[in-house]
């Protein structure tokens, strides 16, 4: 399953980031999107877990805990629908 982990640190890397979802189960990958133009995390990231109760579990475990300072927002992630990306790219 594929979550959603918004509200991050600015300062939170992809490591810590699967380090405290690993409190759950087994993590695929964890990633804090980086802005490409200024290399500075855009404050939030992505965790994919394989097994959907360890995800639950993690969503349910660490939506609305306090990180580097920050109440998270994690829930499963939605998919990416093209028609509500702008076709405009800056």
Do not use: C, W
């Amino acid at each position: 399953m594929k979550i959603y982990v918004g509200n991050l640190s600015y300062s939170t890397d992809s490591e810590e980031l699967q380090r405290a979802f690993e409190k759950f189960g087994t993590v695929d990958s964890a990633e804090v999107v980086m802005d490409r133009n200024t290399n500075r995390s855009r404050g939030f990231g992505f965790v994919e877990m394989p097994d959907d109760g360890e995800a639950r579990a993690a969503i349910s475990g660490l939506n609305g805990r306090e990180m580097g300072g920050r109440t998270l927002k994690v829930n499963q992630a939605k998919p990416r629908n093209a028609e509500t990306r702008s076709a405009y790219r800056f």
